[in-house]
């Protein structure tokens, strides 16, 4: 796309569309259910359950899989308060009309998601699951994240994704070569999704920045807001504000500040979310900010 307006023309940028891959499991929510899918499927499994919170693109992506594919599907969801607002909430809502069945549990309770007591419970209480982690990473999901790269990988030299639990980065920092650089956006505060990273590949090629995390998960601002419409409008690419916003805004900053080489070709992989911005306008609202057009 043409940097021209924003007035960065020694700089190349190439928006990896990965929203478009499906209309509702779009992103990188597709490349990290492709195999687990295509392993449940094979070993027998008939019920996917997973993890997530009030406005999750996992939680969506999953209900829309097991919908499609024939799955039997069951969300776990952060936040008992949650259950008597599940109409007025896009995400939820939206899941549950895919015939995915929800289960709200505490923020205590929630915590204890990852360990053996709490997944045994679960597999009493439900039978044979397979089961996906919160945000769905494992190791078959950065397996599919490292396809994102297939088509473009020789002509960058940077690469660009936003970063919530890393695991497509660990995919993208697995398929680049030694001398591309891995530059990841935190959605929220830390950088701490490098040592996820380090659990999936030895390379060292990448670096992540939080200093365009807007104060932290889920958190924007009028600035984020009114980048994102004028970058609709001139790019004709919409962006999320969670995850694909916040990437964009702290590339145009970087290129600004000189972070990044002259003619130079840069990569941004757009993992898709943009069902969330039903449910984040319905907060700007409330609140009397401009919305995401």
Known sequence: ???????????????????????????????????????????????????????SNHIAAVAAAGKELNFKTIGIIRGEELESKIFENTTLSFAQDCGMQLYFISREAYRQ??????????????????????????????????????????????????VGTGGTMAGLVKASRKDQQVLGFSALKGTFQSEEIGKYTSK??????????????????????RFINRFKREANIPLDPIYTGKMMFGIMDLLKKG????????????????????????KLKKKNLPIIE
């Not at 709490?118 to 494992?138: A, M, R, V």
């Not at 994240?145 to 994704?161: K, M, R, T």
């Not at 070709?265 to 319905?282: E, K, P, V, Y």
């Open 1 to 55: 796309m043409s940097l021209s307006s924003f007035g960065l023309n020694p700089f190349s940028l190439h928006v990896v569309r990965d929203d478009m891959l499906h209309p509702f499991v779009s992103g990188n929510k597709f490349r990290k259910l492709k195999y687990n899918i295509q392993f449940a499927k094979a070993n027998g499994y008939e019920t996917l359950l997973t993890f997530g919170g009030a406005f």
């Open 113 to 162: 998601k990852t360990e053996t007591n709490f997944i045994n419970h679960l597999k009493k209480q439900f039978g044979d699951i397979y089961i996906l982690p919160e945000g769905g990473t494992n190791v078959l999901a950065v397996q599919g994240c490292e396809e994102i790269l297939e088509n473009v990988s020789e002509n960058a030299d940077y690469i660009c994704v936003p």
């Open 204 to 225: 060292t090629n990448f670096s992540i920045t939080d200093a365009y995390c807007f104060g932290g998960y889920g958190k924007i601002d009028a600035d984020l807001i």
């Open 259 to 282: 972070h990044f080489k002259e003619n130079s070709r840069i990569f941004a992989i757009h993992t898709g979310g943009l069902q969330g911005i039903a449910g984040m306008n319905q």
